[in-house]
């Protein structure tokens, strides 16, 4: 009999946080049915016998498990758990859980509820982050942006709109998507999987519900990604999905990280590039930006502008919530609308 959703589950070395994760399995008070899809990573702690004894409760209760994995010497990485674990799973609607995370009780009823509507979207939902005052300007990022700027703000440092611990989404689009990237260590696969999504034309929806404790510790997966490497994907996904459409625009900061824009760019792109622009004096008196790397004679010289002189549409590269408002302020006083007069990149 097929389940209406799966948990998918991978599992690596995660003793400390698993009896929390799977008895918040247990206590969904979704109607429908529910199995879990463990797939235990080359664990070499208790994870699997503590994996056993919930399997027993879990089914008692009405779910069904189905445990895969493998015990090399060494894990294949989580993009390989998560293609296995939705491989071995039959519900037509995934709900993806990482094994250090919490889930409250409601998350699978509500976010089974808003895919059932939105059948070709990423649902999301608000996060509570533990501990508490860790990451905390990323962690309002996730829980504030509007509905339209799940959709605009894909370019950031910060990666997908919805983070991964929170997506659910239906099996036949996870198909049409997916799979994950199998990269291993150092690949972030979620990253990649999002901008696939993207670019098939998917949704990204938020139930505005605290649905999931979202557990931050150095050990996490996350931190073996290059910033690099993310930099990389960023730049080429904004020039594939947003640069297209503007003829011209205009970087909003003359500093290091507008500077590293710039360079990053293609030749082509490059040349759509009209100004930087900044609030600062000093860079500003200069008058323009030598970009000494370029192979063009004459070498390409960017005039460096005041905000307020420039014009928009504007790639901007100045960090978000870091400035006491002063930046968000300036921005508001354009009256611009973001995706079409300007784009987040920092």
């Known amino acids: 009999m097929q389940a209406h959703v799966s948990i998918i589950l991978p599992v690596h070395n995660a003793e400390p946080w698993l009896d929390e994760c ?9 109607e429908g049915t529910m199995e879990l899809s463990v797939f235990n990573d080359a664990s070499k702690d208790k994870s699997g ?51 250090d995370d919490v889930m409250m009780p409601q998350r699978v009823r509500l976010q089974h509820q808003a ?13 509570r982050r533990d501990p508490p005052n860790s990451t905390e300007r990323y962690t309002r990022w ?3 942006l509007t509905p339209e700027q799940l959709l605009t703000q894909v370019f950031t440092a910060n990666g997908p709109t919805v983070i991964m611990p929170t997506w659910f989404c ?8 997916g799979p994950f990237d199998e990269g291993g260590q150092g690949v972030p696969e979620d990253l990649l999987f999002f901008y696939e999504h993207l670019r098939k034309g998917g949704g990204v929806i938020r139930v505005d519900q605290s649905l999931l404790l979202y557990r931050y510790h150095p050990r996490a997966a996350t931190h073996s990604v290059l910033e690099t490497t ?37 030749a082509a792109s490059q040349r759509k590039v009209v100004a930087f622009c900044d609030v600062d004096e ?30 928009p549409p504007f790639v901007i590269c100045v960090k978000l919530d870091l400035t006491g408002g002063a930046f968000e302020d300036n921005l508001r006083s354009l009256h611009l609308q973001e995706g079409q007069d300007f784009l987040h990149f920092s």
């Open 22 to 30: 799977l008895r918040s399995v247990l206590q969904q008070d979704f």
């Open 49 to 99: 016998a503590i994996i056993e004894k919930w399997r027993v409760k879990l089914e008692d209760s009405g779910v069904h498990v189905i445990i895969g994995g493998h015990d090399s010497p060494s894990p294949r990485g989580v993009g390989y758990s998560k293609n296995q674990a939705v491989a071995q799973s039959s519900g037509s609607y995934l709900c993806f859980l990482d094994s």
């Open 115 to 127: 895919a059932v509507q939105h059948p070709s979207s990423i649902v999301g939902c608000q996060v």
């Open 142 to 144: 996730i829980n504030q």
């Open 170 to 177: 239906s099996r036949a689009w996870f198909s049409h998507v």
């Open 230 to 266: 993310v930099w990389t994907h960023r730049v080429r996904f904004l020039e594939e999905q947003a640069l297209p459409r503007w003829a011209a625009f205009t970087i909003w900061n003359a500093g290091k990280q507008g500077r590293r824009l710039y360079r990053s760019l293609t």
């Open 282 to 311: 000093n860079k500003i008196r200069k008058g323009f930006y030598c970009h000494e790397d370029s192979q063009e004679r004459p070498k390409p010289r960017i005039p460096i502008l005041h905000f307020r002189a420039a014009r």
